[in-house]
C-alpha cells in the first residue's frame, strides 16, 4: 500500500471515530456541527484513499490543490476498483449537503434523522473500506463506540412526514417561527441529495419551499425528490446497518413558468464538467475519433449529455458523465475503425463516406460543420 494511501485512510479513520464521538457525548452544544463536520471529512479522505490505491490522480493540475469532496465523489463512481452506486453516491451527497449548511449557514437536523444519516455514513464506510482495501470497520472501531440512539429507528418516510408537519406548524401566523421552519426546509432540501447530485441548498429553493407550504402544497409537490427514497434497515443496537436506496422513476425538474412549488437550482457546470478534449483523453481516445464516436451515438443531440455554454459571442461545449458512461460502454462492443470510417471528415482517406448509422439522413457538409465547430 503506498504511503499516501495509508496516511490518508488513517485520517479517514481518525474523523469517522471523531464522529462517533460526538454524536455520543452528553453536551448538546456543537453537536450537530462536530457529527456533520466529520462524517463528511472521514469520506473526503477515504474516497481519496481508494482513489490513491487505485492510481487515479487527486491534484488539480491549473490549481496545485488536491480537488474538493465533490469531484472525489465524480472520480470514485467512475473507477473500476471502487464502484460507487448511485444509492452510495446518494448517501454521500445527503451527507454533504447537510454538512455544507451546517458549516456555512445553519439548518435544523432532528434527532433521528442525524442518527439515521450516521449510521447510514457507518454502513457505508465499513462497506467501502472492505470493498477498495479488504478490511472491516470492526478491526479498527469497536461497537460500543458506534453511534447509539435510545429510540428505535423510524424509517425515513415517517422522518420527512413529522418534518413536514412540523415545518407547516411553524409556518402558522402568529407563531413568529419563520427562522426555524427555513431551517428544516434546508435540512429536507439537503436529504433530496439521496435522488439528486444537485443536493446543495440555494435560499432561492428555500424560499419557493416556504411558498408552496404556505400555499397548502402537498409534501408530493413541494419536496418531489423525497418520494424517491427508502431505506433499508438490518440487525440492532450496536450491528444495526442503515442503507439508502432510490424507488420509483426519476424525478422531472420543472422549468420555471411550471407551477411546481419547488424548483431545483442545477448547477449546469457540475453537471456537463467534461471539454470535448479530456473526455477525448478519459477514454483513450483522440479528439477526432472521440467526436466520431459522439457523431455515431448521438451524443451531441441528447441533454442529459451534451450542453453549449453561451458567454456573449463565444460558445463553449461541455459533456457529462452520462457521455462518458455511453461512451465506454459502447467501446467495448462497437468496432472503432468502422465508426471512424463513417464518420471521419473529408480529406482524412480517400474521399468522403457515408453515414453507416441506419436512418441516418445526415450530409456530408452538415458533419464537417459540426466537427468543426465542436472543434
Not at 259 to 287: P, V
Not at 331 to 351: C, L, N, T, Y
Request: overall charge positive.
Amino acid at each position: 500500500m503506498k504511503q499516501a494511501t495509508r496516511v490518508l485512510k488513517r485520517k479517514a479513520l481518525a474523523s469517522l471515530k471523531r464522529m462517533t464521538s460526538a454524536f455520543n457525548v452528553v453536551d448538546e452544544e456543537g453537536r450537530t456541527s462536530s457529527v456533520l463536520l466529520s462524517l463528511q471529512h472521514s469520506f473526503e479522505m477515504l474516497l481519496k484513499a481508494a482513489l490513491v490505491h487505485n492510481n487515479v490522480p487527486v491534484f488539480d493540475k491549473s490549481l496545485g490543490r488536491s480537488i474538493g469532496f465533490e469531484k472525489c465523489l465524480q472520480l470514485a463512481r467512475q473507477a473500476p476498483g471502487i464502484k460507487i452506486t448511485d444509492a452510495e453516491a446518494g448517501t454521500l451527497h445527503a451527507i454533504d449537503a447537510l454538512r455544507d449548511d451546517e458549516q456555512h449557514w445553519f439548518n435544523s437536523v432532528s434527532e433521528p434523522i442525524l442518527f439515521v444519516h450516521a449510521r447510514a455514513g457507518v454502513t457505508l464506510f465499513d462497506d467501502l473500506l472492505n470493498r477498495v482495501f479488504g478490511e472491516r470497520l470492526a478491526d479498527s472501531l469497536p461497537l460500543r463506540v458506534l453511534p447509539i440512539s435510545t429510540e428505535p429507528p423510524m424509517g425515513l418516510d415517517i422522518l420527512i412526514d413529522q418534518e413536514f408537519t412540523q415545518i407547516q406548524q411553524l409556518l402558522q401566523p402568529g407563531r413568529r417561527a419563520r427562522n426555524e421552519a427555513r431551517a428544516r426546509i434546508r435540512t429536507l432540501l439537503a436529504i433530496e441529495g439521496h435522488a439528486s447530485a444537485e443536493s446543495l441548498v440555494s435560499e432561492r429553493d428555500v424560499d419557493r419551499v416556504e411558498k408552496g407550504m404556505i400555499e397548502g402544497k402537498s409534501r408530493g409537490s413541494v419536496f418531489p425528490a423525497l418520494e424517491q427514497i427508502s431505506t433499508e434497515f438490518s440487525g440492532e443496537g450496536p450491528t444495526l446497518t442503515v442503507r439508502f436506496d432510490k424507488k420509483g422513476p426519476p424525478v422531472k425538474f420543472a422549468g420555471k413558468d411550471s407551477d411546481a412549488a419547488a424548483i431545483r437550482e442545477i448547477d449546469l457546470q457540475k453537471t456537463f464538467h467534461w471539454s470535448a478534449t479530456n473526455l477525448a483523453e478519459k477514454l483513450g481516445l483522440s479528439l477526432p475519433k472521440s467526436i466520431a464516436l459522439r457523431q455515431h451515438l448521438g451524443i451531441d443531440t441528447d441533454p442529459k449529455c451534451y450542453y453549449v455554454f453561451e458567454m456573449g459571442s463565444q460558445k463553449h461545449p461541455r459533456l457529462s458523465d452520462n457521455a462518458l458512461k455511453r461512451m465506454r460502454e459502447s467501446m467495448k462492443s462497437i468496432d472503432m475503425d468502422a465508426v471512424w470510417e463513417a464518420h471521419k471528415p473529408v480529406g482524412k482517406g480517400k474521399g468522403p463516406r457515408p453515414c453507416f448509422v441506419e436512418g441516418c439522413a445526415q450530409s456530408e457538409k452538415s458533419i464537417i460543420r459540426g466537427l468543426s465547430a465542436l472543434r
